[in-house]
C-alpha cells in the first residue's frame, strides 16, 4: 500500500499542544504512515516519537524547524531524515534555545511597557523544558483575556511591526542548511508562500537556497489553495527542488488544519522521500 506523508508538525518540544506520543497516536488515527516531527529549533521529542512510532506501526522520519535568517528576513528549513545526534546540531539547538530564552525576555519587557505583566514567567512554565515561541506568548494573552484568539495576539502584540515583536539573530540560512546535510538530512524550505516575497527575492531566496545545498520546497502545506500550489510546483521545478508535503500541525483546536490532511503532491514535482535513504 502506499505510503501516506506528512512532514512537518509540531509537538510539546516545541509550539505543538500534543505530546510526542500523542502526535504519532494521533498521526496513525488519520491514516498517516509516515511522519515527520519537525519541532521548532529542537529535536528533544523525537527519542519519544520513535518509540511511540515503533509501537504504533507508523514510520517515523526524524525532523527539525529550525529559524534561519537570510538577507535580515526569518525563513524556516525544515530538515528530513536527520541524525539528532549530529554535534553541530546539537550545538546550533542548544544555542537557539538560548536565543529564544533571551527573545522571551525582551518580549515580556515590551508587554510590560504595555501593562501587560507576568508574560515571561507564565510562558516559561507553559514551554517546560521544550522551546519557548510565540504561540506561547499567545495563548499567555488569551489566558489573560487581552485578546480572543492566537491570531489576535499575533496581529496586535507579536506579529512584526507590532509593540511586542522583537527582531532576533537566528541561525544563518546557509549554516543551518550545511547541519541538516551535514547530519545526513535533506533541506527543506517551508511553506514558501507564507514569507509574501515578491518574485524576484523568491528566486534569490531559492538561488541563495539551492547553492548551500537545499533540496526541497515544502510545494503542500495545511492551508494551502489550488493556486499556491501551483505556484510552489512552478519554484520547485524551475529550481530543480523535490517537493514535500507537510500539514504543520500544532492543535486540535486548529480546525483548519489536521495530521495528513493534505493535497496530492503535482505529478511534475519529484517527491522529497525519493531523496530519502
Ligand atoms: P516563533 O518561532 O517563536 O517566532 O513562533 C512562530 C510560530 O508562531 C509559528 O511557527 C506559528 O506556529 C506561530 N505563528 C506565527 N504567526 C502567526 C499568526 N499570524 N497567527 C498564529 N500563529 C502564528
Ligand atoms: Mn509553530
Ligand atoms: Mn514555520
Ligand atoms: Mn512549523
Request: glycine share 8%.
Amino acid at each position: 500500500m502506499a505510503e501516506v506523508y506528512d512532514l512537518h508538525c509540531h509537538s510539546t518540544a516545541s509550539d505543538g499542544a500534543l505530546s510526542p506520543t500523542a502526535v504519532v497516536q494521533r498521526a496513525h488515527q488519520q491514516g498517516v504512515t509516515a511522519l515527520a516531527l519537525t519541532d521548532h529549533d529542537t529535536t528533544d521529542g523525537l527519542a519519544e516519537a520513535q518509540c511511540c512510532a515503533a509501537t504504533t506501526g507508523i514510520k517515523l522520519i526524524t525532523g527539525i524547524e529550525l529559524s534561519t535568517n537570510w538577507q535580515n528576513k526569518c525563513f524556516h528549513i525544515v530538515g528530513l531524515g536527520i541524525n539528532p545526534a549530529y554535534p553541530s546540531l546539537q550545538e546550533a539547538t542548544r544555542n537557539l534555545q538560548n536565543v529564544r530564552l533571551e527573545r522571551a525576555e525582551k518580549i515580556a519587557d515590551k508587554l510590560a511597557k504595555k501593562h501587560i505583566t507576568g508574560a515571561f514567567d507564565a510562558v516559561k512554565k507553559a514551554a517546560g523544558s521544550g522551546m519557548i515561541t510565540r504561540t506561547h506568548f499567545a495563548d499567555f494573552l488569551v489566558s489573560q483575556h487581552h485578546v480572543d484568539s492566537q491570531q489576535e495576539a499575533f496581529d496586535r502584540y507579536l506579529a512584526k511591526g507590532k509593540p511586542a515583536y522583537v527582531a532576533t539573530a537566528w541561525a544563518d540560512l546557509a549554516l543551518a542548511v550545511s547541519w541538516i546535510t551535514g547530519s545526513g538530512g535533506v533541506a527543506v524550505l517551508a511553506h514558501p508562500l507564507r514569507y509574501q516575497l515578491t518574485a524576484s527575492w523568491m528566486k534569490r531566496l531559492l538561488a541563495a537556497f539551492k547553492e548551500a545545498g537545499g533540496q526541497g520546497l515544502e510545494v503542500i502545506t495545511g492551508r494551502t489553495n489550488p493556486d499556491e500550489i501551483r505556484v510552489a510546483a512552478n519554484y520547485a521545478a524551475r529550481f530543480q527542488l523535490a517537493g514535500s508535503t507537510g500539514s504543520d500541525f500544532h492543535s486540535p483546536a486548529n480546525q483548519w488544519v489536521e495530521l495528513g490532511r493534505l493535497a496530492p503532491l503535482p505529478s511534475t514535482v519529484t517527491p522529497v522521500w525519493e531523496l530519502f535513504h
